[in-house]
């Protein structure tokens, strides 16, 4: 009778133990790739980054020059949601089954981090920040782009 105690003693150490491990355990079965790339890409990542494109610096014609910066809070609130969008696409794109090689993970990353700029940028009103991740995010997609869009 006293084995027993012990065991199960060393039973519920253990596995209080294993409750306090907090493991992120991520297979095949956790996930559905619903939209191919070009979807992806087209559905998701494009118009999320337009919108921060469209919201910073400024155009200058014949006729002035037109400065992009929202103005509203609800045109900021714009920027932040969009800007979320990109930096959690450059997760979504390192997911198994949609990343092609170390390389390609490197982009990935890099578009998590160049959003995650733009939606710190928008978060504090900031045109000039968001122009600089704008730029950020140009580079990242450029240089994923030169490297894996088919010709």
């Keep these: ?5 012990r065991i199960t003693g060393l039973l519920v150490i253990l596995l209080l133990a294993a409750c306090g491990q907090e493991k992120a355990v ?7 790739i619903v939209t ?8 998701v990542l494009d118009p999320a980054t337009d919108v921060i494109w469209d919201s910073a610096g400024s155009i200058i014609t ?6 992009l910066t929202p103005t509203t809070v609800e045109q900021w ?6 800007a979320a969008i ?7 794109l390192a997911m198994p089954g949609r990343a092609r090689g170390d390389d390609w993970l490197e982009y990935s990353k890099g578009l998590t981090e160049a959003g995650t700029l733009a939606l710190e940028a928008a978060q504090n009103q900031d045109g000039a920040a968001l122009f600089e ?3 950020q995010i140009y580079l990242v997609c450029k240089a994923c782009h030169n ?3 088919p010709k």
């Design 62 to 67: 014949v006729e002035g020059e037109q400065d």
């Design 133 to 135: 991740a704008g730029g």
């Design 1 to 5: 009778m006293h084995k027993l105690w």
């Design 77 to 82: 609130q714009h920027v932040v949601n969009s």
């Design 86 to 92: 990109v930096a959690e696409t450059g997760n979504l």
């Design 26 to 32: 991520v297979s095949d079965n956790n996930y559905h």
């Design 147 to 149: 490297q894996y869009l």
């Design 36 to 43: 191919d790339m070009k979807q992806t890409m087209l559905w």
